[in-house]
């Protein structure tokens, strides 16, 4: 039932993530893709189960929530492994215009808001009922 309704802990739980995994891939070790598996295992796997349980027994709020919880997962590793990519300075495939780099940055602060504020709202929500 915790992988029903997601809230900001999730949110830290996928930057803690995101960050422990892609500094596991920036490190030159023979075993670099352990702590992204971990991470994977342990914040994309359990919603994801949790959307196949309730597709099979046709819970379609637990799916809502189990669906929202992979979605923050996906986009703040994401997000975390983007922000620790730019601050290590990795070199870039394709370079980019300072137009791009505005749009860009652009688009994920836009993103970042709209897959927040439902986890905020829940998190308002559970204060004031109590659930």
Do not use: H
């Not at 983007?82 to 370079?95: C, G, T």
């Amino acid at each position: 039932m915790a992988r029903t309704s997601p809230g900001l802990f999730d949110v830290v739980i996928a930057l803690a993530g995101g960050t422990a995994g892609i500094i596991g891939q920036t490190r030159k070790s023979v075993f670099n893709n352990i702590i992204p598996g971990v991470a994977i295992a342990t914040a994309l796997m359990p919603p994801l189960c949790t959307c196949g349980y309730s597709i099979a027994n046709g819970q379609w709020k637990m799916l809502g929530g189990a669906a929202y919880l992979f979605i923050i997962n996906a986009y703040f590793i994401f997000l975390a492994s983007a922000i620790v990519l730019a601050l290590l300075k990795i070199p870039q495939v394709n370079e980019m215009t300072k137009e791009q780099w505005r749009l860009l940055r652009f688009r994920m602060v836009r993103n970042t808001l709209l897959v927040l504020i439902p986890a905020v709202g829940l998190l308002i929500y559970k204060l004031v009922t109590g659930a």
